[in-house]
């Protein structure tokens, strides 16, 4: 379980990345509702940190508000793997 969080929490921060590359190049982005759905379903910390790292979505009210709660959720999560 530990290691499917994390390739799920790279897997999220790399979206983030990736889809900040795409902003920037003016290609094809990912949809808010994927990134937003990796980081409620596991990719909190890594949707997080890859806002911050990549500047991504910062600004956006959706993400500064789920984005913590994702956050939130993956800690708990991750401490309950580590702790079983």
Do not use: C
């Not at 795409?22 to 990134?35: A, D, F, M, T």
């Not at 993400?63 to 999560?77: H, K, Q, Y």
């Amino acid at each position: 379980m530990i290691k499917f969080l994390l390739v799920w929490n790279t897997v999220s921060f790399f979206l983030m990345g990736y889809d900040k590359k795409q902003s920037r190049n003016r290609g094809q982005r990912i949809p808010e509702k994927v990134l937003l759905g990796f980081s409620i379903l596991g990719g909190g910390i890594g949707a997080f940190l890859g806002s911050r790292v990549f500047h991504n979505k910062t600004k956006k009210t959706a993400f500064r508000i789920i984005l913590p709660i994702g956050l939130l959720v993956s800690a708990v999560v991750f401490i309950y793997v580590l702790i079983q």
